[in-house]
């Protein structure tokens, strides 16, 4: 089995379960290091296979190691997991959720996730113009007809986004069970839900299975946003690590579940600003979706309205020309953020602080010299 840049590549799991979905992985994730972020009650043994390197820290270990910057870090959430992205010292993060396993392509093949990841990240992307035949760089494919010369080159990628079959990443609203609507709405009254939420009975698909495998990558366009998740993600952590966290989730904030998309909307608005790229597409994980929709929708509940307004303050903002690398970015981004988000709910304000404690706990474990 191929074990492209295993020297070069951390595999980051968040977890509140055990491992041993790791059991299927074993002949790709075995050549590779393993960073477990145990979540949850730190007195709880996990168990992690036989075989496989790795390094596994729990709350108290996050205490300890980030002090007065622990706060920071989400606790019962997966949002825990950008704890593992600040102490890794490769290149490349993989990350991936404990309920993924290995999906097969159309002709029953497994897929290396990996192997497809760094395929992507190490080929440029093309966010300035859409390429018809999706990714260029894919054996078999090229820039078409009418793709000017002068953006062949591409930019480099700074992310790569991998899809799911089975249980794709559906919000909480489109994966209840009507009865689960009804209680809500019974509870919460009729304004339970913004408007814009389309009627019920046109969203409920709780046994909707994803079993079309779409063999394309492409680049998501500048100035375009995309809801990233963080089930099966790489990225290079020298182009985007340090914006690359999950945000304030779970225990003690308004909101859960939104960790991937705030990280999505961050590293995407900062990528556009540096020019390099986010892709998104191949490989496929196969989701068994371990959370609950009706816990999920009460845990994601603020987020449904919050976005409406979160993401037109992403896609309206503009950062300096004064901000030239990633830690600069986002820190302006987290004044932007307290500016202009805080009017929604004092939640921002302590959200912008968290960015802020994530950029010096980030240069704590990851000092210019030990980076060059
Ligand atoms: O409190 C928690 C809850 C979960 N985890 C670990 O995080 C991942 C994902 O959890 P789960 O499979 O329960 O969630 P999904 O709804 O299927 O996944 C999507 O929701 C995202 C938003 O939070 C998540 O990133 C998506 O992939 C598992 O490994 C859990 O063990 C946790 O650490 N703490
Ligand atoms: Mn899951």
Known sequence: ??????????????????????????????????????????????????????????????????????????????????FGFMVSKKKYIYTIDDDCFVAKDPSGKPINV?????????????????????????????????????????????????????????DAPTQARMDEWDCLQTCWGPHAFPHSIPARQHMVKPRERNQRY??????????????????????????????????????????????????????????????VGCKTGLPYVWHSKASNPFVNLRKEYKGIFWQEEIIPFFQNL?????????EQCYLELAELVRKGLGHIDPYFSKLADGMVAWIEGWRLLNPPAASA
């Open 1 to 82: 089995m191929s074990a492209p840049l295993a020297d070069q590549l951390d595999i980051v799991i968040p977890t509140i379960r055990n491992l041993d979905f790791l059991e299927e992985w074993r002949p790709f994730f075995q050549p590779y290091h393993l960073i477990i972020v145990q979540d949850g009650d730190p007195t709880k043994k996990i168990h992690v296979p036989e075989g496989f390197d790795y390094e596994l820290y729990n709350r108290n270990d996050i205490e300890r190691i980030l002090g007065d910057k622990a706060w920071a870090i989400s606790f019962k959430d997966s949002a825990c997991r950008c």
């Open 114 to 170: 990996l192997e497809q990841h760094i395929k992507n990240l190490l080929t440029p992307s093309t966010p300035f113009f859409f390429n018809t035949l999706y990714d260029p760089y894919r054996e078999g494919a090229d820039f078409v007809r009418g793709y000017p010369f002068s953006l062949r080159e591409g930019i480099p990628t700074a992310t790569s986004h991998g899809l799911w079959m089975n249980i794709p990443d559906y």
């Open 214 to 275: 779409v063999d394309a990558v492409m680049t998501v366009p500048k100035g375009t946003l995309y809801p990233m998740c963080g089930m099966n993600l790489a990225f290079d952590r020298d182009l985007i690590g340090a914006a690359m966290y999950f945000g304030l989730m779970g225990e003690g904030q308004p909101i859960g579940r939104y960790d991937d998309m705030w990280a999505g909307w961050c590293t995407k608005v900062i990528c556009d600003h540096l020019g």
């Open 318 to 326: 503009t950062l300096s020309k004064t901000s030239t690398n990633v």
